[in-house]
């Protein structure tokens, strides 16, 4: 990704500050205070999310602001943090490559997602060796009056040990935002399925069962409605495996996260029936 020269991000920065003032830091820094870290060391810090209105580009720039929390005050979570505010990043749209980086992911995808035990750390991304062996979550916040999902920022929560899952922090961030004027929306993955030529996309969250992912799929392959029909995924070895249950379906949605995939792929094929 190509970086910005100082003097933008200086101005980005300023911006940035100002936007904050009162109404997203107060909330914010309310929100960090009551974060129960469970006794275990971890970083807070929020990406603020800048547009340009007069640009006619669909996404923003995100900056990280001055508000973090680090309660053990972590000398490598803080390097983190340093690594972090030496980077200038670029314009994040729609199509924009972002790599590993859960937070410019977020920001295109929407969803809540987190680098847990499962994902694989890739040596050729730079974001991916930044993190290194730590876990994350990020969590897209939106502005609640808004009826189009204003996007707000960024919170990202990094810990020194990477964890089964942050569902439990993601239900927490959650619950402190009720009733703040900010919002988030969920955990998940976005799905890509391709059917006779066609390709579809829709956002599944980690919870889903395997109904959820068929409605969706009918829902937007309206042919499909009346007919029996099987859906699979590509897993982790290249293997194709039907998706016929709830539990094979998680079994994907951790595939994806050990792959560190931006997306899951599937495809649906009709079952022929035999007379």
């Not at 205070?33 to 929020?46: A, I, P, T, W, Y």
């Not at 995808?109 to 680098?115: E, L, P, Q, V, Y």
């Not at 994902?119 to 009826?147: E, T």
């Not at 290249?238 to 539990?247: F, N």
Request: net charge negative; glycine share 6%.
């Amino acid at each position: 990704m190509e970086a910005m020269n100082s003097d933008n991000h200086f101005n980005i920065m300023l911006v940035i500050v100002c936007q904050l003032v009162p109404e997203i830091e107060s909330v914010l820094r309310e929100m960090f205070g009551k974060f129960n870290f469970r006794e275990e060391s971890g970083l807070l810090q929020f990406w603020a999310c800048r547009t340009d209105p007069d640009s006619e580009e669909i996404g923003c720039n995100l900056v990280l602001t001055h508000l973090t929390c680090n309660p053990t005050q972590d000398l490598g979570l803080e390097d983190y943090r340093k690594r972090c505010l030496e980077k200038q990043y670029p314009f994040i749209g729609i199509e924009t490559c972002v790599g590993n980086w859960l937070a410019g992911r977020a920001v295109q995808t929407g969803i809540a997602d987190h680098r847990t035990i499962h994902h694989v750390v890739d040596q050729d991304d730079q974001h991916s060796v930044d993190v290194g062996a730590r876990g994350q979550l990020v969590l897209p916040v939106f502005f609640d009056d808004s009826a189009e999902n204003k996007l707000a920022g960024v919170i990202e929560y990094v810990t020194n040990v990477r964890k089964e899952s942050y569902v439990e922090d993601f239900e927490q961030f959650h619950n402190l935002l009720k009733d703040k004027g900010l919002k988030s929306t969920y955990m998940g993955k976005t799905i890509k399925v391709v059917y006779d030529g066609d390709m579809i996309k829709f956002r599944l969250p980690l919870s889903a069962k395997f109904t959820d992912m068929l409605r969706e799929v009918t829902k937007r392959f309206t042919g499909l409605e009346n007919t029996k029909f099987r859906v699979e995924y590509v897993d982790k070895n290249g293997v194709c495996l039907p998706i016929s249950s709830d539990e094979v379906l998680q079994i994907c949605m951790k595939d994806s996260s050990l792959k560190g995939a931006n997306f899951i792929k599937m495809h649906v094929y009709l079952e022929h029936i035999v007379f």
